[in-house]
């Protein structure tokens, strides 16, 4: 592993993360296909160091989220219950899909998330706060944050709950097939059933894909799938992409983040159907 | 009993997580970048070390949870980390048993 090497794969995924973090979002999605397509790396070396720069990601983005109060814990350990039951799922469906159809209903899932994304509907910081009746009271998890943007507290309620928990279910399983990190799926989630504001979904999004990565980690790491000379280069950028990407994501208005969002999501859905119909760099992923 | 404020904690436990995790990876490709030992490790088992830290971490994040609901006696979230960490090692089983 020459010099050369370490510091292209730095570079690489401190790029990713840093985009990765602004959109509460890990940074695999992204890394994988650029290890497999430019950096020649093989494909389970690619998915082992993408796995570790997911949890180094939301982990080394998690502080300043957390201290910003944009972060919902409370929330977000009660998700986590459906995310990583839903990545148990996905670890035991392996093998049983083909590759192909997979990448196919990825691609379909990031385009419904970015039409919902883009699809227009009252701004929950601007919304006068409804009656607190129904499930979610009962598990305390209506909060506030601070807004930079607007200098002032907004108040949130988390709604429809038992739909957010079935598409956090949803979006651990089809990650855990697709071997990539979640929040890509978890934000829009969030954002269509919970209706929390953006910034809430992505630092609550963020301190969750730690956790659901967490399990399938492990086993790749008992397992001797992570390549150290690859893995270590990426997950230190993926760190200083993530603190960067977390610092942006403070500062900037909440349109321009849905945006950012939905190009990405786009972008990402053309990459998923070139997958699907037989671009085979990447048909070894799942 | 005075309320515990989660946040700062859980800030501070994965902050100095994610910099330990990155100084041992740091430390060990800087070792294997120069072809020399540690007179106890190779410098790719020291970057192994370092990423295992950072599966550890979440892990910890989860098991800190669950200590300060039973703490605050918040029993009813208490009972959902318990449920989460479970899960998390039941993959851990799923992943060996599969190898």
Same mark, same amino acid.
């Given at each position: 592993?020459?010099? @050369?090497?370490?510091?292209?794969?730095?570079?690489?995924?401190?790029?990713?993360?840093?985009?990765?973090? $602004?959109?509460?979002?890990?940074? @695999?999605?992204?890394?994988?296909?650029? =290890?497999?397509?430019?950096?020649?790396?093989?494909?389970?070396?690619?998915?082992?160091?993408?796995?570790?720069?997911?949890?180094?990601?939301?982990?080394?983005?998690?502080?300043?989220?957390?201290?910003?109060? =944009?972060?919902?814990?409370?929330?977000?350990?009660?998700?986590?219950?459906?995310?990583?039951?839903?990545?148990?799922?996905?670890?035991?469906?392996?093998?049983?899909?083909?590759?192909?159809?997979?990448?196919?209903?990825?691609? $379909?899932?990031?385009?419904?998330?970015?039409?919902?994304?883009?699809?227009?509907?009252?701004?929950?910081?601007?919304?006068?706060?409804?009656?607190?009746?129904?499930?979610?009271?009962?598990?305390?998890?209506?909060?506030?944050?601070?807004?930079?943007?607007?200098?002032?507290?907004?108040?949130?309620?988390?709604?429809?709950?038992?739909?957010?928990?079935?598409?956090?279910?949803?979006? @651990?399983?089809?990650?855990?097939?697709?071997?990539? @990190?979640?929040?890509?799926?978890?934000?829009?989630?969030?954002?269509?059933?919970?209706?929390?504001?953006?910034?809430?979904?992505?630092?609550?999004?963020?301190?969750?894909?730690?956790?659901?990565?967490?399990?399938?980690?492990?086993?790749?790491?008992?397992?001797?799938?992570?390549?150290?000379?690859?893995?270590?280069?990426?997950?230190?950028?993926?760190?200083?992409?993530?603190?960067?990407?977390?610092?942006?994501? $403070?500062?900037?208005?909440?349109?321009?983040?849905?945006?950012?969002?939905?190009?990405?999501?786009?972008?990402?859905?053309?990459?998923?159907?070139?997958?699907?119909?037989?671009?085979?760099?990447?048909?070894?992923?799942? | 009993?005075?309320?515990?404020?989660?946040?700062?904690?859980?800030?501070?436990?994965?902050?100095?997580?994610?910099?330990?995790?990155?100084?041992?990876?740091?430390?060990?490709?800087?070792?294997?970048?120069?072809?020399?030992?540690?007179?106890?490790?190779?410098?790719?088992?020291?970057?192994?070390?370092?990423?295992?830290?950072?599966?550890?971490?979440?892990?910890?994040?989860?098991?800190?949870?669950?200590?300060?609901?039973?703490?605050?006696?918040?029993?009813?979230?208490?009972?959902?980390?318990?449920?989460?960490?479970?899960?998390?090692?039941?993959?851990?089983?799923?992943?060996?048993?599969?190898?």
């Amino acid at each position: 592993m020459s010099t @050369g090497t370490e510091l292209w794969l730095f570079t690489v995924s401190l790029g990713a993360s840093a985009l990765g973090g $602004m959109l509460g979002m890990a940074s @695999g999605i992204f890394i994988v296909p650029v =290890l497999t397509l430019w950096g020649h790396v093989d494909i389970r070396s690619a998915i082992g160091a993408s796995i570790v720069s997911v949890i180094a990601c939301s982990c080394g983005s998690a502080a300043p989220f957390l201290k910003g109060r =944009l972060t919902n814990v409370r929330l977000a350990i009660l998700l986590e219950t459906a995310t990583t039951a839903g990545a148990l799922s996905g670890v035991l469906l392996v093998g049983t899909i083909p590759a192909s159809y997979l990448f196919f209903i990825f691609g $379909m899932i990031l385009v419904i998330s970015a039409q919902q994304m883009l699809a227009k509907r009252r701004d929950p910081a601007l919304a006068p706060i409804q009656s607190l009746t129904g499930r979610s009271t009962t598990w305390r998890l209506d909060s506030s944050y601070p807004d930079r943007a607007l200098g002032r507290d907004v108040a949130y309620r988390v709604r429809r709950l038992p739909m957010g928990m079935v598409l956090m279910y949803v979006a @651990g399983l089809i990650s855990a097939l697709l071997g990539i @990190g979640s929040g890509v799926l978890k934000v829009p989630a969030m954002d269509t059933a919970l209706r929390l504001p953006i910034k809430v979904s992505s630092a609550t999004s963020n301190f969750m894909i730690s956790v659901t990565a967490a399990a399938s980690a492990g086993a790749y790491f008992v397992r001797g799938d992570i390549v150290a000379p690859v893995a270590g280069p990426v997950a230190l950028g993926s760190v200083a992409g993530a603190i960067l990407g977390a610092r942006l994501l $403070m500062s900037i208005s909440n349109e321009r983040v849905r945006l950012l969002f939905v190009v990405v999501l786009v972008a990402l859905a053309a990459q998923m159907f070139l997958a699907a119909f037989g671009r085979d760099w990447f048909r070894g992923i799942a | 009993m005075k309320p515990i404020r989660i946040e700062p904690l859980l800030a501070g436990v994965l902050n100095v997580g994610t910099w330990l995790a990155s100084v041992v990876i740091a430390a060990g490709l800087v070792l294997s970048l120069f072809h020399q030992r540690t007179p106890f490790l190779p410098g790719t088992q020291v970057v192994t070390a370092g990423i295992g830290l950072f599966v550890l971490l979440p892990i910890l994040r989860v098991i800190l949870m669950l200590t300060i609901f039973l703490k605050q006696r918040d029993y009813q979230f208490a009972v959902v980390a318990a449920v989460v960490l479970l899960t998390i090692f039941a993959g851990f089983a799923i992943g060996i048993l599969a190898k």
